[in-house]
Nanobody
Framework: EVQLVESGGGLVQPGGSLGLSCAAS????????MSWVRQAPGKGLEWVSA???????FYADSVKDRFTISRDNAKNTVYLQMNSLEPEDTGVYHC?????????RGQGTQVTVSS
């Protein structure tokens, strides 16, 4: 059974940083693309970033140059480092199996950017 468990969310002031982690199990992690999606209050899911099995990364324009996705295949974990956070980044962040975030997703972790 695929399991994805996110951690690291919280409250941060605008301009601050936060790092998210996602522990994966139940599938061959090192051979799988992973992604992050988010859902702002009252809005639909928004794709944020993806990392392929070979480490190639992709970002939404809204987070490019501020967010960094990475993975540790030895720990079956994918990360999302978020810098220069803006109130518009507020939402529930989910990691997902696959590059588009439309396969299995975790329960998510809340990120709130507010002063």
């Amino acid at each position: 059974e695929v399991q994805l468990v996110e951690s690291g969310g919280g409250l941060v002031q605008p301009g601050g940083s936060l790092g998210l982690s996602c522990a994966a199990s139940g599938f061959t992690f090192r051979g799988s693309a992973m992604s992050w999606v988010r859902q702002a209050p009252g809005k639909g899911l928004e794709w944020v970033s993806a990392i392929l099995h070979d480490g190639t990364t992709f970002y939404a324009d809204s987070v490019k140059d501020r967010f960094t996705i990475s993975r540790d295949n030895a720990k079956n974990t994918v990360y999302l480092q978020m810098n220069s956070l803006e109130p518009e980044d507020t939402g529930v962040y989910h990691c997902a199996l696959g590059p588009r975030g439309d396969l299995t997703r975790g329960q998510g972790t809340q990120v709130t950017v507010s002063s």
